[in-house]
């Protein structure tokens, strides 16, 4: 899932002078960072330690937990939606079949049951998988929470794309059928999917059409989060989300503000996984990044979004031994690179894409991005936290400054002497920008003149860069993009990236519409394989056959740089959302 990050746009020259001061301070943490003191006279438990274990543990219940947001999500809808953070904060009022454990660092990756009873059963190996879920599961109303309340949810959320697009579609895929099914708004009939079975109301059993041997996690998707079929109103679902969850929704602002409360009908004996503890949670959207930065160091917000300590405030923060004592910096899964359109001409050509490669200046993206603090540079596709990550580089160039030379004779190799394009970023991610920036003036050393486009996060993949034919039309060749996994492993990473089937007409996060016959083998290969080292090793070849067409240009191995927020406890810092803090049990000391 798209690791999203919103940053407040300054000038390139200002974050680079702010970042200069930065570029040596490493991300790990002292003696000296610990135990140092808040200033409101309680100490900080140092920096990284959210990484670790939770910060500020408590079971105290009351007060009002505020998460605040630079921009509107894609949907509140936890069918539509595919924002690391809105997985994040989604379990709050909406439980799928399974989640990931509450816990930091990589213990967060564990995968427990959530509206199930169990993990799923594998039979048929590895093509059929059958869940039971938990008695007396409950909806905000009181009405009893069914199997086929699951099975409606998948159904609308994959199959329905014309309607609900932002989600994967990993169900449409897999499942047996999925292929022509058209969803439960054109499909008016009881049975729904096939493959798709309902024995009993406690039972959900998927058929798949090959094996799938991570399955588990495909199900801890707010996919699978139950939809009563009768209150489902398709698009505008998202105005009134019937509650599953701990929490229910009190109002809801479209664009402005959304306030949940305890729902009453929650029962913790059938949830060992939430415990409720604020009275109320407000996300407050479209407020200042710088704002949000400053909320968050004063310790009356959280960062929904995750985007972590400002360029701006980087250098002071870091920089300060009781500030950093407060910060935890790691890896989330996440690469940001640059997607090259495979499908439109001169990038249809491979050499014109290793052009491209051999030009760019990554150190020049690096600062831009916010120094080695905020990343490392990436040579691959598969981040060092995922498993089948192999160091390789393909495009080595001096100081990974990029080599003009060699990317002009791959223009030549291409018939070419120059190209002119377009590069997509999102316009509400300065830093973003920043990168796109430093890029274009890498590619203007080889020949290659590339104009910036910018568009909103909410729209980027549902009517810009997201749509093969918008691209095709607006010439946009190369692509801004940050990607973190939607599970912890190769193909969670990969697919959604890299197979054919993964391109939509609209919601597609396949950017470099890559359908390569090899890739796409390897990749149904190696779900399909029970034995994980096997799996393993093909993501790697995975990795490397994906280079060897250029489709993307790795950038960083992205770090986030959290500023962990006094007055709120339960804090822990999990690799399964991208480093973010899990939203699940944040309660608040301030009544």
Known sequence: MEGKQTIMR????????AIGTVSLVLSGCSKADDDKDNGDGSKSAGANAATKGVVNASDAKGGTVTYEYSDVPDSFDPGNTYYAYMYNLSRLYARPLMTFKPAAGEA??????????????????????????????????????TSKDVKYAVERSNFARDVLSLGPNYFQQFLEGGDKYKGPYKDKSEKGLASIETPDDTTIVFKLNRAFQEFDY??????TAPVPKAKDTGIDYVKDVVSSGSYKFESYEEGKQVVLVRNENWDAATDPLRKQYPDKIVVKLKVNAETIDQDVQAGTAIDLGGTGVQAATQAK??????LKANTDNTYGG?????????????????????????????????????????????????????????????YATPDN????????????????????????????????IDAATAIIDSLKKAGIDATLKQYPSGKYFTDNAGVPKFNKKENIGLHMMQWGADWPSGYGFEQQILHGD??????????????NADVNSMLEEAIGTEDEA???????????????????????YFKVLLYRPAGFTNLVSTAAFSGQYDYLNIGTTKK
């Open 10 to 17: 300054r000038s390139a020259l200002a974050a680079i002078a």
């Open 108 to 145: 967060g990756n564990e995968l427990v049951p959530d509206l199930a009873a169990a993990p799923g059963e594998p039979s048929d190996g590895g093509k059929t998988w059958t869940y039971k879920l938990r008695e007396g599961l409950k909806y905000e109303d009181g009405t009893p929470i």
């Open 218 to 223: 495909l199900v801890a998707t707010p996919q």
């Open 317 to 322: 923060v870091v920089n300060s031994s009781e």
């Open 334 to 394: 996440r690469l940001v690179y640059m997607a090259i359109n495979t499908k439109l001409a001169p990038f249809d050509k491979v050499e014109c894409r290793k052009a491209v490669q051999y030009a760019v200046d990554k150190v020049s993206v690096q600062t831009a991005l916010g120094g080695p603090i905020r990343g490392d540079i990436a040579t691959t596709v598969l981040p060092p936290d995922i498993p089948g990550y192999e160091k390789t580089d393909l």
């Open 401 to 432: 400054k990029g080599d003009v030379a060699k990317a002009k004779e791959q223009l030549k190799a291409c018939g070419k002497t120059s190209i002119k394009t377009n590069i997509s970023a999102r316009s509400d991610r300065p830093q973003e």
């Open 502 to 515: 993964a391109i939509g007409e609209s919601g597609n996060t396949n950017l470099s519409q890559l359908d």
């Open 534 to 556: 096997k799996r393993n090793s093909l993501y790697a070849e995975i990795d490397k056959k994906t280079m060897e067409e250029a489709a993307l240009v790795p950038l960083s």
